[in-house]
Structures are given as C-alpha cells and as structure tokens.
T-cell receptor, first 111, second 111 residues
Framework: DTGVSQDPRHKITKRGQNVTFRCDPISEHNRLYWYRQTLGQGPEFLTYFQNEAQLEKSRLLSDRFSAERPKGSFSTLEIQRTEQGDSAMYLC?????????FGPGTRLTVL | RKEVEQDPGPFNVPEGATVAFNCTYS??????FFWYRQDCRKEPKLLMS???SGNEDGRFTAQLNRASQYISLLIRDSKLSDSATYLCVANSGAGSYQLTFGKGTKLSVIP
C-alpha cells in the first residue's frame, strides 16, 4: 500500500452518464497525477497538479474530462457524457521530485 | 512510432534464470528513467530509477545508454514472485513531470 487512495475502486455506468472519481494523495506530496490505462497498454498521462495548480494536460484530456484539486490535497476527475471508449482503469499518482507512487485505481466500465 | 518501446514478451523463464529486458525511447529530451513493476490488475509500483552510471538493487540491475536512447533491466536468480509486467518509463523532458510508459514486458517465472 503506497498511501495513495482512490474511490470508488470500481464504477459501472451507462453511456451518457457523468462520473466522478476521487484521489487522496500521500499527504506530504504536492504533486498529483492522473493516468488512464487500458488492457495491454501502459498508463497514459492525462494531467498533473502541483498543489492546486493544473500545470500539464494531455491532448487525451478531451473537453468531457475535467480535473480539480481545489485545496491542493485531494483531487477529483470528472468525465461527462461517458462513452464506451472511456472504459479503462483511471490511476492517480502522487510524488515528490521524480518519483511517482500510484494508487490502486478506479476501474470504469461504460455500458 | 511509440515514444517508449519494449518487447511485449511474454518471457517464460525457469526459476534461477537470468533475464534481460530492453527498452528504447524516442524523446532525446527525456531526463529521468524508471522501471515499474505491475502485477495483474494492480497498480504500477516503482521498481527502480535508472541512472546513467548504471545502478543495482539486489538481484536487479538497470542501465541507461543516452547515446543509443536505450534502457535495460537485468534480473538475476529469478524468483516465482518476479512474475509480473515490467514497464519502462521515461519523462517527457527537462522540467516535465509527465511520464511516458512503454506497453510493458510480461515475465512468467516457472517452477
């Protein structure tokens, strides 16, 4: 257990619904990252926060995706109008300097 | 061309064998390199950072060749518990905390 927690661990939703995931990083880490991983692929970077500032965003992060870290602690990732292609494991990581520690992920299934 | 490329395997080796994984990266601006390990349906876990001078951690040795943009991981005296997918990782450049993962190489250590 790295100390990064994510909630929920599993989410099944119908196409078109909105979903929100939460990540609680290791408390002393000011950097927080979101990744998406599909079967047979490595994790793909989505976005990165330093404290409450969102500093990097991937082109994978379409306008249906939004991430926040309002107080520089926990973060939320919202997907609006979900599509079947959004089905994946959504991983959160926190870190300091170079190292990133991953949480257990939220597995999203869009029916 | 993928930014980080790995042989997907699978590598099936007997206990006690030595196995080597190779990885190439295309972004010459990458500064930081890592090997992560991922068990089935679990989150990636940092195995080791990779330094230009090469580094060793017990049975694991990582090497980096910046000129060839090549990274390797050597596992000696393989254990059953080493069975996992090994992910080669590079950052996106100086000052970037975005990590790019390879697809991973699957290792099965057989009794």
């Amino acid at each position: 257990d790295t100390g990064v927690s994510q909630d929920p661990r599993h989410k099944i939703t119908k196409r078109g619904q909105n979903v929100t995931f939460r990540c609680d990083p290791i408390s002393e880490h000011n950097r927080l990252y979101w990744y998406r991983q599909t079967l047979g692929q490595g994790p793909e970077f989505l976005t990165y926060f330093q404290n409450e500032a969102q500093l990097e965003k991937s082109r994978l992060l379409s306008d249906r995706f939004s991430a926040e870290r309002p107080k520089g602690s926990f973060s939320t990732l919202e997907i609006q109008r979900t599509e079947q292609g959004d089905s994946a494991m959504y991983l959160c990581a926190s870190g300091d300097v170079d190292t990133q520690y991953f949480g257990p992920g939220t597995r999203l299934t869009v029916l | 061309r993928k930014e980080v490329e790995q042989d997907p395997g699978p590598f099936n080796v007997p206990e006690g064998a030595t196995v080597a994984f190779n990885c190439t990266y295309s972004n010459s601006a990458s500064q930081s390199f890592f090997w992560y390990r991922q068990d089935c349906r679990k989150e990636p876990k940092l195995l080791m950072s990779v330094y230009s001078s090469g580094n060793e951690d017990g049975r694991f040795t990582a090497q980096l060749n910046r000129a060839s943009q090549y990274i390797s991981l050597l596992i000696r005296d393989s254990k059953l518990s080493d069975s996992a997918t090994y992910l080669c990782v590079a950052n996106s450049g100086a000052g970037s905390y975005q990590l790019t993962f390879g697809k991973g190489t699957k290792l099965s250590v057989i009794p």
